[in-house]
């Protein structure tokens, strides 16, 4: 083979200066990191093959099943009371509503507080953590123990908090990332309004349903024997730990949604000024929708039992918690036509509508209760009705108004917010609700005080109405549009925010190429 001798000399000018232009034109190519960065975000939105839909599927599943657990567990304990009445008659009305409110001041706290964790850290720690909390929560509930009764109460009290702060972390974990699995594809995102009526509601109903269906099966499982109800009402706590201990390895397991590998903006802080000065109508808008619905729901729901009782319906224990599950299985009607009329006749409308109607029949409940409570059958299909369409409205859309209303960089906390206001409304409904009722004791069987309730149930449905048609704005279902343009925005003002992230890891197997336009 011929040797090639290689020997060095000085360019040229003309080879300098060509020397020169290949060497910046490198120096040009090279990316900086943060355009790696840019470019690494831009590649997870090439092509259209779309996320993996049983993934897709699985995370609207299973978010359904975590709001389900949490409705079981709010609702459980107003059927617990009526236990609790019989195994401990000495007990005060104060207790019994510090432990109503004792679970809604923890989701206050947890809706919160994992708003910015699901914005900050992602969507699957938050759903991981609020998920063991939860867990741990309502085994201290089950458990609770004292020196004395008022003492096991304290710690009822306690362990009901702690697991409220775990419930209410599924709001935001939950409504986020399942509106973003839902955007993936356009042909799931048209009917993201009943997906989501499926999963914010209905899930949520049959929660109550459940709520008032364990303990009375348990009851005549130890065939009403009061000795025996003391393991009924630890049972029926227990018993709520099954659905987020069967989620949490596919918690632990889940994908990162394309929204949020785009648009997150985990490495600064968005300020919060921005956010109230571009938002702030559905911010208040839907604020108010949720805290008046709640109001509203939460404690007709909550005292089904007790409203019965105080008419006689039953003249047992089983009776009155049967009746109250009866009614409150009118909610599930409610969830399927409301997320019908949210992708027909939009979110806003379907939240005014149902709020509207059940005023005018809350009115004439509470006006004509003399007359309808006469005829039992008549006044619990109206009971019904009235609570029926506290879902077609406000109970259907509010969870996805308030998640599509925000880009995805600050939708947790945004979302966080909103319930944490809402679920202020529950608090304060349930608080006054079993004062008015016992302020007017069972003067004429309970009438005063039962048509006290509807009659302002009925004028808070009404406020609902009008601020849900005047402040709530009518926005695009497509998540990118409403990311683009906050993007713009921020831009605009001279905020400078790196967008994405890149470092979340994916489970082997499952992997996120683009949304499906």
Not at 20 to 44: C, Q, W
């Amino acid at each position: 083979m011929e040797s090639i001798e290689v020997t060095a000399s000085e360019p040229s000018g003309k080879d300098a200066l060509d020397l020169i232009t290949k060497a910046k034109a490198v120096t040009e190519m090279a990316p900086t990191s943060n355009e790696k960065h840019i470019g690494e975000i831009a590649s997870i939105s090439e092509g259209k093959t779309a996320y993996s839909k049983l993934s897709v599927t699985l995370m609207i599943v299973f978010s359904g099943l975590a709001i389900g657990s949490d409705g079981f567990n709010a609702s459980i304990i107003g059927n617990l009371s009526l236990i609790f009445g019989v195994l401990y008659p000495d007990l005060s009305t104060t207790m019994y509503s510090r432990l109503s409110n004792a679970f809604i001041i923890g989701m206050i706290v947890g809706m919160l507080g994992f708003g910015y964790i699901s914005d900050r850290l992602g969507r699957k720690s938050g759903a991981v953590l609020t998920t063991l909390i939860l867990v741990v929560g309502i085994a201290l509930s089950a458990a609770s123990n004292g020196k004395d009764e008022l003492g096991m109460f304290w710690m009822l009290v306690i362990s009901r908090g702690i697991a409220g702060v775990g419930a209410g972390g599924e709001y935001p974990v939950s409504g986020a990332g399942a509106a973003e699995a839902t955007d993936e594809d356009s042909g799931v995102r048209k009917n993201r309004g009943f997906i989501f009526a499926l999963i914010g509601d209905l899930s949520a109903t049959f929660g109550f349903v459940f709520g008032g269906l364990v303990p009375l099966l348990l009851i005549l499982c130890f065939h009403e024997n009061e000795n025996h109800y003391n393991v009924v009402w630890r049972l029926s706590l227990a018993l709520g730990l099954i659905p987020p201990i069967s989620i949490f390895w596919f918690r632990y397991k889940m994908a990162v949604s394309t929204a949020y590998r785009k648009s997150a903006a985990k490495k600064q802080r968005i300020p919060y000024w921005p956010i109230f000065r571009r938002y702030w109508r559905p911010l208040l808008g839907c604020s108010l929708g949720w805290f008046l619905y709640n109001y509203i729901s939460y404690p007709f729901g909550l005292f089904a039992s007790t409203i019965l009782t105080r008419l006689n319906v039953g003249s047992s224990l089983t009776k009155n918690i049967g009746w109250g599950t009866v009614i409150n299985c009118f909610y599930i009607p409610g969830a399927f036509i409301g997320g019908l009329l949210s992708d027909r006749i939009g979110r806003r409308r379907t939240m005014a509508l149902g709020f509207f109607l059940q005023a005018i029949l809350g009115f004439i409940l509470g006006g004509a209760l003399g007359s309808i409570q006469s005829i039992l059958p008549l006044f619990i299909i109206l009971y019904g009705i009235f609570l029926t369409l506290g879902e077609v409205g406000p109970g259907a859309t509010i969870v996805l108004t308030s998640s599509e209303s925000f880009p995805t960089s600050i939708r947790g906390q945004c979302l966080g917010l909103i319930a944490a206001f809402g679920k202020a409304g529950a608090a304060i409904g349930t608080a006054v609700f079993a004062p008015i009722l016992a302020s007017f004791g069972h003067v004429n069987g309970g009438y005063k005080g039962n048509q006290a309730v509807f009659l302002i149930g009925s004028g808070f449905a009404a406020a609902g109405a009008i601020t849900s048609w005047l402040i709530i704005p009518d926005i695009s279902n497509r998540l990118e549009s409403q990311d683009e343009a906050w993007k713009e925005y921020l831009r605009e003002k001279g905020y400078e925010i790196q967008w994405g992230d890149v470092e979340s890891k994916d489970p082997e197997g499952l992997r996120l190429d683009g949304v499906r336009s």
